[in-house]
């Protein structure tokens, strides 16, 4: 297995956010507190469920990632050829560990 870091181009941030349509959002709150301006509820957690990837975008700055065709990534495929062109490769010990290593 190879692991990919996000760099983005624009911020050069390190965190991907994935951008989901039609997905059920479900939170768990533990505390409903009540006062004269209304409720206010403490969530300790969400789940979703299902949904449709709109786009992978940067976390910081929301550049969207598109492909060398100026179109919107929105699949793993696409993904995963944008990562292999642009993010930075990161080898985990078991690939190092094997005789894989340059001499």
Known sequence: MITYNFICPD????????????????????????????????????????????????????HVLKTESDQIINSFDDLKEWLEEHGTVQLDNDYLNEDNMLN
Do not use: F, K
């Open 11 to 62: 911020c050069s941030n390190n965190v991907l956010a994935e951008i989901l349509t039609d997905v059920v959002l479900s939170s768990t709150a533990i505390d409903i507190h009540i006062d004269e301006d209304g409720v206010e509820l403490d969530y300790i957690g969400d789940e979703t469920d299902g949904g449709t990837i709109n786009r992978y975008q940067c976390d910081h700055c929301g």
